[in-house]
């Protein structure tokens, strides 16, 4: 045999850690009921976005949003939701003591007033939440932020790069010792105040902003699919978010930001945030990994980082991603609506082993 440079065989199987879904929107009723086994096929735990209308605000709200979840479950499912409150000026520290005491309750989620979807009753001004910050500080409850100021005088484009300076800093210096997560971070400047900050900070990165760069949204037209928050950016932002997720800090972990909408309230004069990929979650993310020759590093991504900063198990059993192809329907079906996923009637690389 000429000897020559030699090319590893291509990786078709992957065996991993099951994964968990750090930042996922499960909605109710029939869109929930319509989401829900694509996340339970592939995640153990999913910590579950409280931005319902009216918010989950209270313990007692989260404890029976959970119920509803779990009742929504295909037969024989074995998933955890992980549930979080919604942070409003009006919350006062007691409700903190309740989360702490029910194990069900895992964090708080920070909404700035009207930055997305079901956020009119976020938070204004931060400073009259410091007493609920210092209550979670105390009984280390993490702070879960959607992390982009809502001034209108700032480019839509740099509401992350601003809230980092105008926002995160002042938070991370007022309370030292609370564990936060800069959830969905899509730029650079994000990437490298996260990688700067003590182990109290980690952030989640999804598998559209890893994918995708702004070019998407308007790739021959309007791409309504393609519009989430904090939006895509320039392709040197997504090459950033790539080498975090790849690069093997235990900083970075999974959370796809998974939002669906009923196709009507996308494609509208004034479209609703967010991109569906539940039903190919972990799939994508491979494809990711697989372009950066990364693939070893996908189970620490996906399956490690984030139960180790919440201080929780690891997953016991495995999944295996086999090297496929396959088509993701056009749309799918939720009571009398329908929403289109990522990827509509294309392909996906990886496919999820029964
Ligand atoms: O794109 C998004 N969709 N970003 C968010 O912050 C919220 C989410 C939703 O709930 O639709
Ligand atoms: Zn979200």
Known sequence: MADGPRHPAPVTHISLVRPDDWHVHLRDGAMLAAVVPDTARRFARAIVMPNLDPPVRTVAEALAYRARILSALPAGASFQPLMTLFLTEAMRPHEIARAHAAKAVLAVKYYPAGATTHAA???????????????????????LLHGEVTDPAVDAFDR??????????????????LRMVLEHITTRAAVEFVSASPDTLAATITAHHLLLDRNAMF???????????????????????????????RKFFLGTDSAPHPRHAKESSCGCAGIYTAHAALELYAEVFEG??????LEGFASCNGPDFYRL????????????????????AAGADVFVPLR??????????D
């Open 292 to 297: 950066a020759h990364a693939l070893d590093r």
């Open 121 to 143: 009753q976020g938070v204004r001004d931060l400073t009259r939440c410091y007493p609920v910050l210092a209550a979670m500080e105390r009984l280390d409850v993490p702070l």
């Open 219 to 249: 790739t021959g037209g309007l791409r309504p699919h393609h519009y989430c928050l904090p939006l895509l950016k320039r392709a040197h932002h997504r090459a950033a978010l790539v080498a975090a997720a790849t690069g093997g800090s």
């Open 313 to 332: 198990p690891r997953n016991q059993d495995r999944v295996t991603l086999i090297k496929e192809p396959w088509q993701v329907p056009s749309t799918k």
């Open 160 to 177: 992350e790069a601003v809230f980092l300076e105008r926002h995160l800093l002042p938070l991370t210096r007022a309370f030292p010792g």
């Open 344 to 353: 509509a009637g294309e392909v996906v690389a990886w496919r999820l082993a």
